[in-house]
């Protein structure tokens, strides 16, 4: 029997849906400010959803869905350079306010610091992208209250490689059974399994179709009390939103 001492937090899809409206619109800013042609849809943009991390996703749209593009001499710098373009519109868009936190997030957060959990990130964004977030919705000082945020390229290998997670593990100095994963997609729930550690689903309109296999429970949301989640999979152990006694209860019946 192991005590839940942590709980491990995605970010994209997971704390708050970032990818429609913010990720893919930074991109479009991006290739339009340096002369592209390129338009990233909703539709499209759930293809490239496969890859995750911006330069990768970058990458993979001209390997599978614009072959013709003439690839500059220095590609790797052309990338990066693409790629930091979007960081900045992204962080503008998020200092705009636009993107709120998804339903029951900052009060799950409220809840875990109140009953002295630790708390944690586990991201494939970049680093510049969650201080916006965390900052522009919890506000300066929630930065903090995490104790490790790992993300974007400080692993080699992006999710669902389990290198973020067991980064973040080794970093708070515990081990998988101490803590649970949030995660909101396939290659979220790949990366969080393969670290072993119980993980809880929350969809979202790009992963409602994804395979959630080995996951501890899936939701369609966080919820609050008066705006409870609908149950995908699993056993909510009798609670209509995603609470410190279902998740205690979840990593009872992983770990029990
Ligand atoms: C998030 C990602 C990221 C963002 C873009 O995945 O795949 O690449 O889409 O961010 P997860 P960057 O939620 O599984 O961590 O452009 O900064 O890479
Ligand atoms: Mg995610």
Known sequence: MSTLKA??????????????????????????????????????????LAVTGGKERIRYYLEKFNT?????????????ELHAAKTGFYTKLMAEGKIPLRPGVERLIAEAREAGYRIAISTTTTPENVTALVTDTLGAEA????????????????????????????????????AIAFE?????????LSANLTTVITTNGYTAEDDFSGAAIVLDQMGEPNAPFTLLEGNAHGENHLNLALIEALHQSAHG
């Open 143 to 178: 930065l903090d209250w995490f104790e490790v945020i790992g993300a974007g390229d400080i692993v080699p290998l992006k999710k669902p490689a389990p290198d973020i997670y067991d980064y973040v593990l080794k970093e708070m100095n515990i081990v998988p059974e101490e």
């Open 7 to 48: 709980l491990i937090f995605d970010v994209d899809g997971t704390l708050a849906d970032t990818e429609r409206d913010g990720h893919r619109v930074a991109f479009n800013m991006a290739f339009e400010s340096t002369g592209l042609d390129w338009h990233w849809s909703p539709e499209l943009y759930g293809e490239l």
């Open 68 to 80: 013709e593009f003439s690839k500059p001499d220095d590609f790797d710098a052309f990338v990066a």
């Open 184 to 192: 909101d997609s396939r290659n979220g729930i790949l990366s969080s």
